[in-house]
Every structure is written in structure tokens, then in C-alpha cells.
T-cell receptor, first 112, second 111 residues
Framework: GDSVTQMEGPVTLSEEAFLTINCTYTATGYPSLFWYVQYPGEGLQLLLK?????DKGSNKGFEATYRKETTSFHLEKGSVQVSDSAVYFCALNKNNFNKFYFGSGTKLNVKP | DSGVTQTPKHLITATGQRVTLRCSPRSGDLSVYWYQQSLDQGLQFLIQ???????AKGNILERFSAQQFPDLHSELNLSSLELGDSALYFC??????????FGPGTRLTVL
């Protein structure tokens, strides 16, 4: 069945380090892909999305490219800040059924 | 502000009790989703409604039930509560084929 797999956390980085959080998916058809972020004590917020192959989603310095050939949607940021400390969720949406599948979440800790 | 509202924000109750969590989706969104997030676990999908009808079921216990009303708000009913039901419960809504928007959550504590 359809699913999303993301790297286990926690990921601990120093401020200004480069970030990659891996996400791969299994799905038939052409799903939309998303990254959500959950800051401590809050609900999930959409960070970025991509709706078709080779699309690049970007927001707040984060980027992810929809790679159909490798079924991946890895999240990257060139220089993380302490304020980026949060849990990041990769997700896919099978548009025709409006069903969402979430990864297990990756906790990011950024140290000053 | 996502436009999705959830009440109450916090709920403390005892084992064996029954509670109702309420969610109002964003204006115009027909789909409502319920999720459970425990302390050390990810997001567990419980159930999805679309325009008043159940669309998909996830890992929802038989003690739990939900419904979506004609005005599109939704309620999640949790009964015979156990200690392990303590968690954050999130509601989300989406338009067809679109982004899912999450509410702020209800923190349930079962003592």
C-alpha cells in the first residue's frame, strides 16, 4: 500500500550547519508531496509542497525536490538556526481520494 | 492561524469516562481528519470524513467514534477511557486534492 518513510531522529546539528532529512514514498499514480513542521507545543504547519515530478517546493530557506525516479522528497536547508528546532513530517496525498499518508516524523535539534 | 479550530484545548478526566472533542474545519473544506499523537509516537491517523460521510479509517479503536455534521464540523467521541488514551488529538481539514490544515490540538489527560 501507499506509505511514507523518513529518516529516524533525533538529528542534532550546530547552528549554520547543512540539513538533510530523507523522505521516500511508495504510491501508485502521481501523489502530491508535503513537508510539515511541528514546533514544540503546537500543531502541524505546512512547510512546503510539490505537486508533480521535478517540482521544487521551497519556504523559509527549506527546499525539497519531487524525484519520481527515486521516489524521494528529501528536505534540505543550507544553514539551520536554533529556531528551526522542531519535528518535521513528510507526507503524501493521493489526490483522487484525498487520502494523506504521514511519515513518522524526524526531530531536529539545533544547538547554538 | 490555520483556520481550523478545536475545543477544548485541554481536557483532564478519569479512566472509564467519556469525552467529546470538537473540530470546526476551514471555511469551504469538506474533508475532516482526526489524528492521535502520543508522546513518543508519530501521528496516528484515526478517521476521515468527507461532506458528512466516513471516507477512510485508520487505527481507530472501537471505543472511539466520530461524525461530521451537516455544517461540516466534526466531533470525536472517546469512551471507556484508559490511561493510554492520554495524547494530543489533532483535527485537520482540506479541500479536495489540496493541502491539509491542522488545528491547534486538544491535549487529553486521563488520570
Amino acid at each position: 500500500g501507499d506509505s511514507v518513510t523518513q529518516m529516524e531522529g533525533p538529528v542534532t546539528l550546530s547552528e549554520e550547519a547543512f540539513l538533510t532529512i530523507n523522505c521516500t514514498y511508495t504510491a501508485t499514480g502521481y501523489p502530491s508531496l508535503f513537508w510539515y513542521v511541528q514546533y514544540p507545543g503546537e500543531g502541524l504547519q505546512l512547510l512546503l509542497k510539490a505537486t508533480k515530478a521535478d517540482d521544487k517546493g521551497s519556504n523559509k530557506g527549506f527546499e525539497a525536490t519531487y524525484r519520481k525516479e527515486t521516489t524521494s522528497f528529501h528536505l534540505e536547508k543550507g544553514s539551520v538556526q536554533v529556531s528551526d528546532s522542531a519535528v518535521y513530517f513528510c507526507a503524501l496525498n493521493k489526490n483522487n481520494f484525498n487520502k494523506f499518508y504521514f511519515g513518522s516524523g524526524t526531530k531536529l535539534n539545533v544547538k547554538p | 492561524d490555520s483556520g481550523v479550530t478545536q475545543t477544548p484545548k485541554h481536557l483532564i478526566t478519569a479512566t472509564g469516562q467519556r469525552v467529546t472533542l470538537r473540530c470546526s474545519p476551514r471555511s469551504g473544506d469538506l474533508s475532516v481528519y482526526w489524528y492521535q499523537q502520543s508522546l513518543d509516537q508519530g501521528l496516528q491517523f484515526l478517521i476521515q470524513y468527507y461532506n458528512g460521510e466516513e471516507r477512510a479509517k485508520g487505527n481507530i479503536l472501537e471505543r472511539f467514534s466520530a461524525q461530521q455534521f451537516p455544517d461540516l464540523h466534526s466531533e470525536l467521541n472517546l469512551s471507556s477511557l484508559e490511561l493510554g488514551d492520554s495524547a494530543l488529538y489533532f483535527c485537520a481539514s482540506s479541500e479536495t486534492g489540496g493541502v491539509q490544515y491542522f488545528g491547534p490540538g486538544t491535549r487529553l489527560t486521563v488520570l
